[in-house]
């Protein structure tokens, strides 16, 4: 167990370095200028040369990255271009919204997408199959640039139950939970069905029925159990993705996550903010991807069996 | 208890918090498109910090409804044409730390402002100061480099107190001013609580970037107050609630189309002056926009000191054709033009109608849009033929030599087209040396007039600003300018009994 997480961390801090190298790069390579963001048409060359220098944007890109890698030994993010503040005081503003936000989605995907799928394995071919995938590709096909407003429409303006949006209470994390958790839930749903579709007709299940186990057990403690393993690696790329930022529910709702900051960074071209971001996300990929490494071997102990070999 | 009724359980709790959700507050609620970014007005450059910097600061000089420029908290005399000496009035506040406002805060703000290390984007509009110093707790004195009477106008900088300029304290996060609100709490990224002096009436300003879903606070009930950025279509929908208020006011943001001079096609007059003729401004103001804007023929809307008064480029598809026919352009063989815009929805809307009207007269336009910094990017690099764009918040006509200079190309300057002009030139240069204010206005209205005739942009309009306000509120006036001054005289209502009215809306 140590040596395998010895090896993920080092896998994953070069990862990180090669993300946050070509982030770097990449961003410096968008045509945009932060100077003429900041200080608009009208200010004097030696204005403009001054602002340059005080933000060490005059120096060679080279000498600047070698800066920014020195920086982040010392895990010092640098300062926003525009507000001038520490990148990781922003970053840890942010942080906790995008961690509410993204667990209640992935709380709505699978408290919906379990039982469909199940409903939709179980009966096979009948109407309810048919529903519960039906559902799943309308989840699949509504952006959520359409269903945030709708919900709000419905939920808020109409029935007057939720907070249009804005983050407060729990009240206020319903509406955009739901519409960053529908999609979700589609694929999710789609996932669970497949896979328990593939168990269920396995020896050990028919065995199982043969043996007068109720339907019900054969279900959750039999088949489900070894349906899990792809399910649960869906669920940790979707994890992944969530606490990257859910940029177009973030802008509807106004939840003030992660994924609004770097949207917002890179209009105003503020690179160290862009660059904290990034890393920041690719650290959540990496961290919930080892998680879910080591939830394999909880699952199926096959997989702790083969690593003891 | 089963899992199932533990769900279910969680799902009505929600229901059952949301419901009982406070709908009613004491502070009055403004929804903003954008949040401030800097409330250091050292550095802020950005329009909601700048709005917000006018109600927690206070500055020298303002502005009358004629952009003349009138006394804010002090008045002046020119005792020379290069010496001017201003006295604090009794409108000078008291700093949140509890400090009157004096001459050395005064000094000590632009000084600071000028320190090349500070590399403050305020610097180039004080350029013109040579040294200045406090004369006495009231009064300082400027001394310039050169004479130009509208150098008042220049200074509209927020002022600081000297003592925590000294401690280098962190006004970005922590504004301390003396102007009519206080900063009280910055809860979370994108919220801000002011409390005005005068009556201690707390305001929360949220920032709500999506318009839709600003308007659908506003009809919650859970803002009371916005202000522009929305789409006409919005405007419209807003003015049929009965719960709510609209207000519009012409403003004085000024849109235009601006060609690229030393490109072949649109460095051509007559290709510019077709253009101009194919352009229906009156149809996409009374049909796209709702009516909330007024037809621009210059820089400087009517009410403006230095306005021109120009006769309007006509829209008469007829002449452009004849234009377009006469440099060999026809059906068979269309001019084909590229029109760069920002991605923000109702500039491509605005540019596809254009594009639409170019097309009536035989004129195939490439519509391009980017995000903002590519946009402006290639814009600034002379990388376009046609684009659009609006000038925010202008006040003085010393605009033209920075838009119209032949030496005001960019970086130096925002001669993004690349107009050069010997005329011009002499006529700024002039104007820049008149000793008074009315021989420059006149200077000035040449150089409109020349700029009319040679076309490097095409005026669009001057956008209306825009408020709606909630049942729980009234008095909230608009500004020409968009500022958010309005604050200072918004009160809620209250009803006989002590209690706020509730809204129509409200659960």
């Known amino acids: 167990m140590g040596r395998f997480l010895l090896s993920r961390v080092v896998t994953a801090l070069g990862s990180m370095l090669g993300v946050a190298c070509l982030v770097f790069l990449l961003i410096h390579l968008v045509p945009g200028d932060p100077v003429d963001v900041m200080l608009g048409e009208s200010a004097r060359p030696a204005d403009r040369q001054a602002l340059r220098t005080s933000l060490g944007l005059d120096q060679p890109i080279d000498e600047q990255l070698v800066n920014y890698f020195s920086g982040l030994a010392h895990f010092d993010l640098g300062h926003s271009l525009h507000s001038k503040r520490p990148v990781s005081e922003l970053l840890a503003e942010r942080i906790p919204a995008t961690l509410e936000l993204a667990i209640a989605a992935l709380f709505v995907a699978v408290v919906i997408a379990v039982p469909l799928g199940i409903l939709a394995a179980v009966e096979r071919g009948k109407s309810w199959d048919w529903g519960a995938m039906g559902f799943s590709m309308l989840g699949v096909s509504i952006p959520n640039f359409w269903l945030g407003p709708m919900l709000i429409l419905c939920f808020s303006l109409w029935l007057g139950l939720t907070p249009v949006s804005g983050r407060g209470g729990l009240s206020n994390l319903i509406l955009p939970a739901v519409t960053l958790g529908t999609g979700f839930a589609a694929i999710l749903a789609r996932m669970v069905r497949s896979s328990l579709l593939e168990v269920l007709g396995e020896d050990f299940v028919r065995t199982a029925r043969a043996k007068g186990v109720a339907e019900l057990q054969v279900i959750w403690r039999h088949a489900m159990r070894n349906a899990w393993l792809p399910v649960v690696t869906l669920l940790g790329l979707q994890l992944g993705a969530l606490l990257g930022g859910a940029v177009v529910t973030e802008v509807v709702f106004d939840w003030p996550g992660i994924g609004s900051l770097m949207i917002e960074s890179i209009q105003k071209r503020d690179y160290p903010v862009v660059q904290g971001c990034v890393l920041f996300i690719s650290l959540m990929y990496v961290l919930v991807n080892t998680l879910t490494d080591l939830l394999y071997g909880l699952i199926d102990p096959r997989i702790r069996l083969d690593n003891a070999k | ?507």
């Open chain 2, 1 to 507: 208890m089963p899992r199932g009724d533990l769900l279910t359980a969680l799902l009505l709790s929600c229901l059952l918090i949301s419901g009982c959700q406070e709908q009613e507050t004491e502070a009055i609620r403004m929804g903003l498109a954008n949040a401030p970014l800097n409330l250091d007005p050292r550095f802020a450059t950005d329009a909601t910090s700048e709005r917000l910097n006018r109600l927690l600061y206070q500055r020298l000089v303002e502005f009358d409804p004629n952009s003349m420029p009138r006394p804010g908290i002090a008045s002046w005399e020119a005792i020379t044409p290069i010496h001017y000496r201003f006295t604090l009035n009794n409108h000078a506040g008291i700093f949140g730390h509890g400090e009157k406002l004096n001459a050395r805060d005064v000094v000590t703000t632009y000084r600071q402002v000028l320190e090349p290390a500070l590399a403050s984007p305020k610097q180039a509009s004080l350029e013109l100061i040579a040294s200045m110093e406090e004369v006495d707790e009231q009064r300082i004195d400027f001394h310039l480099k050169r004479a130009d009477p509208l150098f008042p106008a220049y200074l509209t900088l927020d002022i600081l107190p000297a003592e925590l300029i000294e401690q280098d304290h962190d006004f970005a996060r922590e504004p301390v001013g003396s102007g009519a609100f206080d900063l009280i709490a910055w809860p979370q990224a994108g919220e801000l609580h002011l409390q005005r002096r005068s009556d201690g009436q707390v305001f929360h300003l949220v920032t709500v970037n999506n318009p839709t879903v600003r308007v659908l606070k506003l009809l919650r009930n859970e803002i009371d107050l916005l202000q522009n950025d929305l789409s006409p279509e919005l405007i419209g929908y807003l003015r049929s609630q009965p719960v709510l208020s609209v207000e519009q006011q012409p403003g004085s943001n000024y849109t235009y189309i601006g060609f690229n001079l030393q490109d072949r096609l649109t460095g051509e007059l007559g290709i510019r002056q077709a253009i101009a003729h194919a352009i229906d401004r009156q149809a996409i103001i009374h049909w796209v926009m709702q009516g909330a804007a007024r037809q621009a023929e210059s820089l400087f809307p009517p009410e403006h000191w230095a306005a021109d008064q120009l006769t309007a480029y006509e829209y008469n598809p007829e002449k452009a054709r004849e234009l377009l026919a006469g440099l060999g352009y026809s059906n068979s063989n269309p001019l084909r033009l590229t029109y760069k815009t920002s991605s923000d929805p109702f500039r491509i809307r605005l540019a596809t109608v254009i594009q639409s009207q170019l097309k009536a007269v035989g004129i195939e336009v490439d519509l391009r849009s980017y995000d903002w910094g590519t946009f402006f990017g290639d814009i600034k690099q002379g990388n376009f033929q046609l684009y659009s764009l609006s000038w925010v918040g202008i006040r003085t006509p010393d605009i033209y030599r920075d838009i119209f200079a032949s030496d005001s190309l960019p970086p130096s300057g925002a001669n993004r087209g690349r107009y050069a002009s010997k005329t011009v030139d002499q006529l700024l240069n002039r104007a820049e040396r008149a000793d008074n204010l009315s021989v420059q206005a006149d200077l000035y209205h040449q150089v409109a007039a020349e700029l009319h005739r040679d076309l490097p942009y095409i005026p669009l309009w001057y956008e209306d600003q825009l408020s709606a306000q909630g049942s729980r509120i009234n008095g909230y006036k608009l500004r020409s300018d968009g500022n958010y001054d309005g604050l200072a005289q918004v009160k809620l209502k209250r009803a006989l009994d002590g209690h706020h009215v509730q809204s129509a809306t409200a659960n």
